[in-house]
């Protein structure tokens, strides 16, 4: 990481860059494919289910004079509450269920690099997670959404249409929050948005590379355009 000071324009500005990246990479994955949305939403699913209780845990380590921080945790831990059982149904629907693909290191890696950050360092780290998370939704989820529903249909995609619809508000929601990050306490939050990025990247290969193998050979020559990780 840059040690450099880091100041709120410096660290929305990296914040942007980076997640037009994978917004940028998100417009050459093939959604159109059940198979490779299915091993994405399988991913989604794993990510999901410690999303209430990542935020669970910063608002409970939040105290005192971090009571507007706390306030935020526990208002995004009702937004995001039952998000899991979404991404289920478009599973099931789609003919999958929550175990059909393992997950991959780099899933593992997005939510356990915040249990340490809370745990170790500091829990408005978490709002680096989060503002990646919101911002590449608003970035890539309209393009997604429109491709999974052409190809798949609304009814299998309540995930992202619930996601993708109130994306806007959300990425104000959590920029007015960092906006009030102290400034000794903003390295942290971008070691988190830093790592995120690495580890949601990753993960988007590993989902093309599953897609690549269970479908074989035609599906190489459709995704050949494609940068290699």
């Known amino acids: 990481m840059n040690q450099q000071k880091i100041t709120n324009p410096a660290l929305f500005s990296i914040f942007e860059n980076q997640a037009k990246i994978v917004g940028d990479f998100c417009r050459e994955l093939p959604w159109e494919n059940k198979t490779f949305y299915g091993i994405w939403l399988s991913q989604m699913h794993c990510f999901l289910k410690h999303a209430t209780p990542m935020l669970s845990l910063a608002a409970s380590k939040l105290r005192n004079e971090d009571y507007f921080f706390h306030a935020y945790m526990v208002r995004h831990n009702l937004e995001e509450l039952g998000h899991e059982f979404l991404c289920e149904k478009d599973l099931q629907r789609l003919g999958f269920s929550a175990t059909s693909f393992p997950e991959f290191i780099e899933t593992a890696q997005l939510y356990q690099s915040q249990y340490f950050f809370m745990n170790e360092e500091d ?22 959404v429109e491709k999974l ?39 942290i939050v971008l070691r988190s948005f830093e790592i995120s990025h690495e580890c949601y990247l990753r993960m988007l290969h590993s989902c093309r590379d599953l897609y690549l193998k269970i479908e074989g050979p035609q599906a190489a020559v459709a995704v050949e355009h494609m940068d290699l990780f």
């Not at 780290?125 to 590449?136: F, H, K, P, R, S």
């Not at 619809?165 to 960092?178: F, M, N, P």
């Open 149 to 187: 529903v052409m190809a798949h249909g609304a009814e299998n995609c309540k995930l992202l249409l619930e996601h993708v619809s109130g994306d806007k508000a959300h990425v104000d929601d959590v920029s007015h929050v960092i906006a009030r990050v102290p400034e000794s306490r903003l390295p």
């Open 123 to 144: 829990p408005l780290a978490l709002l680096g997670n989060i503002y990646y998370l919101e911002v590449l939704s608003l970035v890539a989820g309209p393009y997604v």
